[in-house]
């Protein structure tokens, strides 16, 4: 079955990074497009980013464009999130997800001083 | 960015009554439309896409219907699992854009 195992979230202080990753298994990987998801204490959803099969086509939100860079990795089954110059808003759980089908069970990201 | 307006945002039931959810775009978006269950402390899950279509195992009281840009999740016959945020979601085109959530409470 699809699992996704999502990796990396943590405490950051405003202004650093972190990097997040997610481990993909039981389908196949190269396959799909992939995408990661936030959700703010509390708050509703946001699509945060969507990265191509070949990795050739991303998109980003507004809200994380120049700070955020979506990667995948075929050969490891990975998908990867850069967060740089993190605000307090970015604060969220994030989710990984497979098409848009299936999820994983999110990281949470915690930016503050 | 296309809105998509949710509504209500939350509503009670009881077990065994119709529950309609209705999301409108603020443009058109064909069917590219999805709909999410997502409880306390989990991941959403995908419930119907492309407006109507049943993810595969998913129970049948759950259907997805389109008019222009009006689009409804119904419950026929609620059931105690069924108590849960629902939230659309337009992939027409980026940025996708979710709705602001229904959260189905019990009555």
């Known amino acids: 079955q699809v699992q996704l195992v999502e990796s990396g979230g943590g405490l950051v202080k405003p202004g650093g990074s972190l990097r997040l990753s997610c481990a993909a298994s039981g389908f196949t990987f190269s396959d799909y497009y992939m995408s990661w998801i936030r959700q703010a204490p509390g708050k509703g959803l946001e699509w945060v980013s969507y990265i191509s099969r070949s990795g050739f086509t991303i998109y980003y939100a507004d809200s994380v464009k120049g700070r955020f860079t979506i990667s995948r990795d075929n050969a490891k089954n990975s998908l990867y999130l850069q967060m740089n110059s993190l605000r307090a808003e970015d604060t969220a759980v994030y989710y990984c997800a497979e098409a848009a089908a299936e999820w994983g069970q999110g990281t949470l990201v915690t930016v503050s001083s | 960015a296309i809105q998509m307006t949710q509504s209500p945002s939350s509503l009670s039931a009881s077990v065994g009554d119709r529950v309609t959810i209705t999301c409108r775009a603020s443009?058109?978006?064909?069917?590219?439309l999805d709909w999410y269950q997502q409880k306390p402390g989990k991941a959403p899950k995908l419930l119907i896409y492309a407006a109507s279509s049943l993810q595969s195992g998913v129970p049948s009281r759950f259907s997805g219907s389109e008019s222009g840009t009006d689009f409804t999740l119904t419950i026929s016959s609620l059931q105690p699992e069924d108590f849960a945020t629902y939230y659309c979601l337009q992939n027409y085109n980026w940025p996708w854009t979710f709705g602001q959530g229904t959260k189905v409470e019990i009555k």
């Open positions: 443009q058109g978006i064909r069917n590219d």
